[in-house]
């Protein structure tokens, strides 16, 4: 049966079903737009997601390889622990980035915050833990403590004896 | 050198999967582009397993050519048995290639444009990572290190597996190239939902129009566990999708119920929410079957459901995994308590359905489609999709509840869009069954759909 031959109520329905239609796959088109990136893929790079989230996060440059040498002076049992800013969520990927890097070492998390209040994003040791390594995300190393910075935003210190 | 290596994972995955498909297949012809999906969703999931399982026993050197003479063999097999079977004939299949080549080039293209981030590494990269760094198996102690339950030691491993099986194909981890991986899953959402819908319905437009909907849903597609992001949600959503339309060939006909249940079982190993999604279809399917009269066969068909989900269950128990608390267990006293947080769920699940940026205009379409489905007796056979979408929206707005999060708004904004997208396949389906013809067939043409299973190559 042709277009000219339905009834309009069925006209009205069938043209409502496709402007919908055609509104879904515009909203679809511009996400789309939104998301490509108009460069040939990094097909290449073996650590390409550890050194896109290093540079994002800590600055660096060939982020895994670098972070997975520093790593590599400590021993594959040696307690590690983050410092970084309680409520800021990138201290989340900052702690996952090291921990990931550094397996099979434990590595546990410590969100600074003003007195009284509660850090958002950490993932602190249990009581009586001991670090070997500390790494220090967005803020300064503690006062007296040897410690080297990687870039910007990363600074890493050996724990006093 | 890498591309061979790179060949030979795809190909092993696809030979095990045409195997099986062959193995489990209905009686009926099964058009090829069936079949190429059926054997990559299989194919995903028979390398896992086997990897999972060889990785325990066979650690080492002799685990990637045993892992690919078993595949092989698996698909050698498989091609020997389909000789001379009948081949269903879809329509506009050849067009369909043509875009899906397309398709899968912006896929793979963007995909290796947007590295893996968040969940897609730290929850199932890293898995596949450690795999691949101690002979295939990964390291009992990630289990039941206590400084790593973040990463959700308990999350299944049909993803990682599958990256593993590259990284091991490779010779090392490579979180360029397994990117690709996102191609495969594309390929086979799009084969099996073209599929379907064609020979379902018979109408190879609405088919178009099914897999046109899947790829402009950003989703499904480009926002975080979409096809391109590489987390677990893509393929959790597909094999959803698949075993959502072999549960309706299974309702209407009565076939298929192997592959059904194929694609159930594989469901909780993908992600733990899987286990909401196989119950929810496995009611409906208790229910198809107890109306048809033969439950007994659906029982036995469920079977390999209950044995890979108690024996994920039972190795985590045997690793001493670490227990995540994400949710307080589920309690009378617990539901009391947080009631409260009802009006906040209702109004996070409202502006969630209607995020544009997310599900574009999915769920205004999909109700109008229930609606649809509802009045026109020809549509019956999709009516068990409504209750299957509100079945898991409740389900899944429910689940917070339970949330032991201090952030109920943090762990709602963070999860609650990636439970929704296997809810949206049944939604897809349903717009794509019920959108008008623009042109009216007159009431001799369209009694019944054609059924394709018969015509012959």
Redesign the interface.
């Known amino acids: 049966m042709a277009w000219n031959r339905i009834t309009p109520g069925m006209k009205l329905r069938v043209l409502c079903w496709w402007l919908a239609a055609v509104a879904f796959a515009g909203c679809g088109l511009v996400r789309w737009t939104q998301f490509f990136v108009a460069k040939p893929p990094a097909f290449q790079n073996p650590d390409a997601a550890l050194d896109a989230l290093a540079l994002q996060h800590f600055g660096l440059e060939h982020g895994a390889a670098t972070l997975r040498h520093e790593l590599a002076a400590f021993p594959p049992d040696a307690p590690l622990l983050v410092f970084g800013p309680g409520k800021d969520w990138t201290l989340t990927e900052a702690h996952f980035l090291i921990s990931y890097l550094a397996w099979p070492r434990p590595v546990w998390c410590v969100g600074i915050v003003p007195p009284g209040e509660r850090a958002a994003f950490d993932h602190p040791p249990p009581p009586g833990f001991k670090a070997t390594g500390l790494f220090f995300y967005k803020i300064g190393p503690l006062p007296g403590l040897p410690a080297r910075r990687l870039s910007e935003r990363l600074a890493l210190g050996s724990a006093p004896p | 050198v890498n591309v061979l290596f790179l060949l030979l994972a795809e190909v092993s995955t696809i030979a095990a999967g045409f195997g099986l498909a062959v193995l489990l297949k209905p009686d009926r012809a099964v058009s090829r582009l069936e079949f190429a999906g059926v054997a990559l969703l299989l194919g995903s999931g028979a390398i896992s397993i086997l990897l999972f399982v060889l990785g325990c026993f066979l650690p080492g050197a002799a685990l990637v050519p045993s892992m690919a003479l078993i595949s092989l063999a698996l698909g050698f097999w498989g091609a020997a048995r389909a000789r001379g079977a009948r081949s269903a004939v879809l329509p506009g299949s050849r067009y369909f290639l043509l875009a899906l080549l397309a398709l899968l080039f912006v896929v793979?293209?963007?995909?290796?444009?947007?590295?893996?981030?968040?969940d897609?590494?730290?929850n199932f990269?890293?898995r596949a990572q450690?795999a691949a760094l101690h002979g295939g198996q990964v390291?009992r102690?990630?289990f039941a290190?206590?400084?790593?339950?973040?990463?959700h030691p308990g999350y299944p491993l049909f993803l990682p597996m599958n990256q593993a099986w590259i990284y091991l194909c490779l010779g090392?981890?490579?979180?360029?190239?397994v990117?690709?991986l996102s191609v495969h899953f594309v390929t086979a959402a799009a084969c099996l939902l073209y599929s379907g819908v064609a020979r379902i319905t018979g109408e190879s437009w609405r088919a178009a129009?099914a897999v046109?909907?899947l790829?402009?849903?950003?989703s499904a597609?480009?926002q975080p566990g979409g096809a391109?992001s590489l987390w677990a949600d893509f393929p959790l959503a597909l094999l959803f999708l698949a075993a959502l339309i072999y549960l309706v060939e299974f309702a209407t006909t009565g076939l298929s119920l192997a592959w059904l249940a194929s694609f159930l079982a594989l469901l909780p190993w993908v992600k733990r929410e899987g286990l909401v999604l196989a119950a929810v279809l496995t009611a409906v399917a208790l229910w198809v079957a107890w109306k048809r009269g033969n439950v007994t066969r659906l029982l036995l068909a469920l079977l390999p459901l209950v044995v890979l989900t108690l024996g994920w269950k039972a190795f985590l128990l045997g690793v001493h995994v670490n227990a995540e608390h994400d949710f307080v267990p589920v309690s009378l006293e617990a539901l009391g308590k947080n009631l409260d947080r009802g009006p906040f769920l209702l109004v996070a699940l409202g502006h969630e359905l209607l995020s544009?940026?997310r599900w574009?205009?999915?769920w205004?379409?999909a109700a109008?489609a229930v609606i649809e489905i509802a009045r026109q007796p020809a549509l019956a056979r999709w009516r068990l999709l409504a209750p299957i979408i509100a079945a898991l929206l409740l389900i899944y707005t429910g689940i917070y509840f339970f949330s032991a999060w201090?952030?109920l708004p943090?762990h709602v904004v963070t999860s609650l869009p990636r439970l929704l997208l296997p809810v949206a396949m049944p939604a897809l389906l349903a717009i794509a069954v019920a959108?008008?013809?623009?042109?009216?067939?007159?009431p001799d043409e369209g009694a019944s759909p054609p059924d394709l299973s018969l015509k012959q190559e």
Do not use: Y
């Open positions: 793979g293209w963007q995909a290796g444009n947007h590295p893996l981030t968040a897609g590494l730290f990269e890293i450690l390291p102690s990630f290190d206590p400084s790593r339950t973040w990463m090392g981890p490579h979180q360029g190239l990117q690709l129009f046109g909907l790829v402009l849903l950003p597609m480009i391109t544009w940026e574009s205009l999915l205004v379409l109008a201090a952030s943090l959108v008008p013809r623009v042109t009216v067939k007159a």
